[in-house]
Nanobody, 125 residues
Framework: QVQLVESGGGLVQPGESLRLACEAY????????LTWFRQTPGNEREGVAC????????AYADSVKGRFRISKDRSTNIVYLQMNNLKPEDPATYYC??????????????????WGQGTQVTVSS
């Protein structure tokens, strides 16, 4: 059974960091892309970062470039999202999703079939 489990969310102050983890069960992330999305109430899910397992390439939303980093642990079935210098506009429920590599469409949430349950990130002083 395909399952994605996120962890690592929490409450931090502006400028601080968090590391989210997405662990996959029932399949190997070595053969699929893994994308982090975020969503706030009343808004659509926004693609944040994507890891392409085919060649270990990555893609980021402009809003997080230079602050967030997505990576995959080679020895485990986990993809991380390191979030640095968190800003007041970053709070959301963060979800991971898996699927094939969609190229420039990686940020389109409708293309993904498998999702985690989400983890909450709050940034507040």
């Amino acid at each position: 059974q395909v399952q994605l489990v996120e962890s690592g969310g929490g409450l931090v102050q502006p400028g601080e960091s968090l590391r989210l983890a997405c662990e996959a069960y029932g399949f190997s992330l070595d053969y699929y892309s893994l994308t982090w999305f975020r969503q706030t109430p009343g808004n659509e899910r926004e693609g944040v970062a994507c890891f392409n397992s085919n060649d270990a390439s990555t893609a980021y939303a402009d809003s997080v470039k230079g602050r967030f980093r997505i990576s995959k642990d080679r020895s485990t079935n986990i993809v991380y999202l390191q979030m640095n210098n968190l800003k007041p506009e970053d709070p959301a429920t963060y979800y991971c999703a898996t699927g094939q590599w969609w190229g420039s469409r990686w940020h389109d949430s409708t293309l993904y079939d498998y999702w985690g349950q989400g983890t909450q990130v709050t940034v507040s002083s």
